[in-house]
């Protein structure tokens, strides 16, 4: 083959997509921490499909319009620090492209040299032995062998073989990955979707596995899948699932493929399962199909479903009318990214206008982020990512914005620091002056958390049992216990020292009444001069979340 085609793109997109889609539980398995946040193969696939819906309806000739319209929907999708890194990836890919018909092997090569360039580029500090270091080392291996004969598949075939040798080479640049026995997530989400596009040039395009996504679910949501762009409907529901699914006729309930087949087919997702309820916000095309997809799983409490285009239709008609206009910009809004209703409650009395859901099993996409700046309504605006994943998304839409708003990341990676910083704003200063004063007010917190681990390992010179409870503070693990009181008591004793004036204690949605007591009387007797402070947070995933001052 010597040239590929906009349809012969669509299909490699179709194809990559898809291989990744089969695969991520294996890719979310190789994370590091032995914590419930290994969400890196989840977070690749979310943005992977939202690319393949703006290419799936299109019959583009030309390859720059299909690797455009590929860019800019993983640009609004883009989840978490690797689906990011992916989306600027294709970014450079495509710019790569402009002007172009058909790509052949030397134009293949420029291309990828630009996706690396302009991956590294979005990565304030790249670190060797990830997803970056595989587009390098794929990308420099092709431009070293590539001449004007070759065919593009056959190029193709080089870049892809060094994609997979630079991965098994991950551990060597990353002692860490060495330490657990584990090759990069990343760049393992990046080669499965560069395996799925070599498929693709070799006329086998890769579907959708059964063994990952239900039959039905295909058919069911396939009308979804309607041309246009639209404005769509925003469906909302709360769905109850029965104690016995087959019993009553219905199919096991597995929240992350549940979360992932909506969010193929739709956007501004948000699931949340609390027990044997399940509430669910999306916007989708189609919402029928959405619906009947859902009731596979269980009984619908409470439907509402809003029709956006038409929402749409009245504002344009606002925007005609003074008396119907938008009201007047403030000068600030913050943001902050969060999970938990106490955590949120605690972030809006700080101050905070906008919350976006999400945290370490969700994490919120590029136009998550935009949405919240739209709605914010402000001229100024700050946010609180609260999570290291989540930086790159906000800073993302940040740049999406720039002609629209003035809006910068301040970047929190726990909720304390996210607390404090809200504490340091000023709503009378400069813009620059509350970004640097909370900028600064973050570096003065530490942050410990109490989870539950997934797996057996040894990390960090801890020996870490499966559904142990362990804690954490920053990237070290410093205890692990079958007991979460005294976990959190060994973790917060090591990080307490003589400047410590304030414990703040966020509970989470798994401790019972009498385990708050219990930790508040032990954390109170041992350390009478600190000021205790407990917040009922009702976070998923961590049993406490911990700040130190």
């Excluded at 504490?423 to 002056?433: T, V």
């Amino acid at each position: 083959m010597k040239t590929i085609d906009g349809v012969m793109l669509k299909q490699m997109i179709i194809s990559g997509a898809n291989h990744l889609f089969n695969c991520y539980p294996e890719v979310d398995a190789l994370n590091v921490f032995p914590v419930p946040d290994g969400d890196t193969g989840t977070n690749m696939n979310l943005t992977m499909q939202s690319g393949l819906k703006e290419v799936q309806n299109r019959n583009d000739n030309d390859v720059f319009d299909i690797a455009k319209a590929f860019s800019k929907g993983l640009l609004m999708g883009a989840r978490g620090n690797s689906g990011v890194i992916l989306s600027q990836i294709f970014r450079g890919f495509a710019m790569a492209l402009e002007g172009k018909k058909v790509i052949d092997a030397l134009t293949l090569s420029t291309a990828f040299l630009n996706a690396k360039e302009v991956a590294y580029k979005a990565v304030m500090r790249p670190v060797e032995g990830t997803i970056l270091t595989v587009i390098r080392e794929a990308s420099d291996a092709l431009a070293a062998k590539v001449n004007s004969k070759m065919d593009v598949d056959k190029a193709f075939d080089i870049l892809y073989a060094e994609a997979k040798n630079s991965l098994n080479r991950t551990p060597d640049l990353l002692p860490v990955l060495k330490e657990v026995g584990v090759v990069d997530s990343g760049g393992t989400g990046l080669c499965k979707v560069l395996h799925g596009f070599k498929k693709a040039l070799q006329g086998r395009v890769v579907e959708k596995s059964m063994a990952t996504a239900v039959s039905e679910t295909q058919s069911i949501m396939k009308a979804s899948q309607v041309e246009g762009d639209g404005f769509g409907y925003c469906t909302e529901f709360i769905l109850r699932l029965p104690e016995e699914p087959t019993e009553e006729g219905k199919k096991t309930f597995v929240e992350k493929r549940f979360t992932n087949v909506l969010a193929s087919h739709g956007n501004s997702l948000v699931v949340v399962k609390d027990e044997d309820i399940v509430k669910v916000h999306v916007h989708t095309l189609n919402p029928g199909g959405v619906l009947t997809y859902a009731q596979q799983f269980g009984e619908f409490v409470k439907l509402k479903i809003e029709n956006m285009s038409e929402q749409h239709t009245q504002l344009q008609e606002a925007d005609k009318d003074p008396l119907k206009q938008k009201k007047e910009l403030k000068e600030y809004a913050i943001i902050a990214v969060s999970a938990g209703s106490g955590i949120d409650n605690k972030f809006k009395e700080y101050g905070v206008s906008e919350i976006v859901s999400g945290g370490q099993t969700m994490n919120p996409s590029t136009e998550d982020f935009i949405e919240a700046i739209k709605n914010a309504n402000a001229k100024k605006i700050l946010i609180l990512p609260n999570n290291s994943n989540i930086i790159m998304a906000a800073t993302q839409a940040c740049q999406v914005c720039e002609d629209m708003v003035d809006a910068r990341v301040i970047p929190t990676k726990t909720i304390p620091q996210g607390l404090v910083a809200c504490m340091m704003f000023n709503p009378d200063g400069e813009m620059d002056d509350n970004v640097q004063e909370m900028n600064d007010a973050i570096q003065n917190i530490k942050t410990g958390q109490v989870t539950f681990a997934i797996k057996d390992t040894s990390i960090d010179g801890v020996e870490v049992k499966k559904d142990h409870y362990i804690g954490i503070s920053g990237k070290q693990i410093l205890c692990c216990d079958v007991n979460k009181i005294k976990t959190a008591l060994i973790m917060i004793d090591s990080m307490v020292d003589d400047t410590t004036s304030i414990i703040s204690i966020f509970v989470g949605e798994d401790v019972t009444d009498e385990e708050v007591e219990t930790l508040t009387r032990l954390i109170s007797e041992k350390y009478e001069d600190i000021e205790i402070e407990i917040t009922i947070g009702k976070q998923p995933v961590y049993s406490f979340i911990v700040g130190i001052e």
